[in-house]
């Protein structure tokens, strides 16, 4: 079975800063799919960026991106020029390929600081 | 636009009585989920749904009931509550194939009492 392993319970930025979220997992597929979602307050489950393992390219969107290293199965979040709307929690996600279901991490809480 | 829609919003109720949650989607997607999610374990899939009248289970289905008789519906009916069962549970869905996004609704928080 996949886990998905976020090791960072809470992390706090000031705003412009840039972070990073680390995000590790466990499995024996050769390729699948990676996703962050993001969680405000409003407790509203928001896609932030996807990265499919066959690609090697970083995915990026906007001023998140990605740093997906396949043989070390980790796959953080690179969060520049932060802003207050980012703070939230952070779920890192896992999905087989012709798969539907996410297995999730436990989430990253992340606090921009004015 | 509603999209993905939730009821109730917030339930309280007791040990042993049944509660059915509710959810509603728009677009016509063929995956509906329900996920429940608890501090330090991030959301867990309770039970999936590939199509009408096709359901599957996820990693904790136990004490739980979902039919899916509509393609826009899923239901999730707790038959009789427990405490263990106290958390926010978030309905999704999503188009069928690979890699696809899931669309949350804005989550139902339970509290058994």
Redesign the interface.
Known sequence: AQT?T?SQPEMSVQEAETVTLSCTYDTSESNY?L?WYKQPP????I?VI?Q?AYKQQNATENRFSVNFQKAAKSFSLKISDSQLGDTAMY?CAF?K??????V????TRLSVLP | DAGITQSPRYKITETGRQVTLMCHQTWSHSYMFWYRQDLGHGLRLIYYSAAADITDKGEVPDGYVVSRSKTENFPLTLESATRSQTSVYFCASSEAGAANEQFFGPGTRLTVL
Do not use: C, D, T
């Open positions: 998905v976020q799919y996703f409003s407790r509203q489950m896609l996807r499919e779920f999905m390929p012709y798969g539907q279901n996410f999730f991490g436990p989430g």
